[in-house]
Nanobody, 121 residues
């Protein structure tokens, strides 16, 4: 069974940090691009960050550039999102995704169930 399992969400105050993890299983994800998306209440899901298969190239949404860092450990089929200087507007459910191309528009074939991140003001 193919699965992406996010963890690490929680509650943090403005200016704080959180680290998210996404463990992939059920198939070999080492050649896939991996990404993080988020969806805030009442809003559409939006792209946050992506990393290519070799971890040599990353791309970020302007809203998180300089504050968030995406990384991956191919030996563990795990992707991470380090989030610093968090703001209330970062509050959302965060999802990881994988796909065959390093392209923010996808296709993103596999999705996790999401983990809640709440930033208090």
């Amino acid at each position: 069974q193919v699965q992406l399992a996010e963890s690490g969400g929680g509650f943090v105050q403005t200016g704080g940090s959180l680290s998210l993890s996404c463990a992939a299983s059920g198939r070999d994800f080492r050649s896939d691009a991996m990404a993080w998306f988020r969806q805030a209440p009442g809003k559409e899901r939006e792209f946050v960050a992506a990393i290519n298969w070799s971890a040599e190239t990353t791309v970020y949404a302007d809203s998180v550039k300089g504050r968030f860092t995406i990384s991956r450990d191919r030996s563990k089929d795990t992707v991470y999102l380090q989030m610093n200087s968090l703001k209330p507007e970062d509050t959302a459910v965060y999802y990881c995704a994988s796909g065959p191309k390093f392209n923010i528009y996808g296709p993103w074939n596999y999705w996790g169930q999401g983990t809640q991140v709440t930033v208090s003001s």
